[in-house]
């Protein structure tokens, strides 16, 4: 048994919240996959903010978990505008 194995890693969670982010954001820019993206935003916010704050509490390199939130975020702006672009 090794050293790390069963610790969970912020770099896991940072990454897989980064990667659901820029899906998210790019499904987001097209106007028919705006119920893909969503759920994607979502999940790529969550995971990230998770990986951020298991970062805090370990000490490790906080950048990918940040960029993955600031992503989600700009991701669910730009879905809520366009949503409200085509509704209105």
């Known amino acids: 048994?090794?050293?790390t194995e069963g610790v969970r890693s912020p770099t896991n969670d940072a990454i897989a919240g980064f990667v659901l982010s820029?899906?998210?954001l790019l499904a987001?820019?097209?106007p028919g996959?705006?119920?893909?993206?969503l759920p994607l935003l979502l999940a790529g916010l969550y995971v990230s903010i998770a990986g951020l704050r298991v970062?805090?509490?370990q000490m490790w390199p906080r950048r990918l978990a940040i960029a993955g939130a600031v992503l989600g975020v700009l991701g669910l702006f730009t879905t809520i505008l366009l949503f409200a672009m085509f509704i209105v």
């Open 33 to 37: 996959d705006l119920f893909v993206a």
């Open 22 to 24: 820029i899906l998210g």
């Open 55 to 57: 970062a805090n509490r």
């Open 1 to 3: 048994m090794t050293e």
């Open 28 to 30: 987001s820019l097209n």
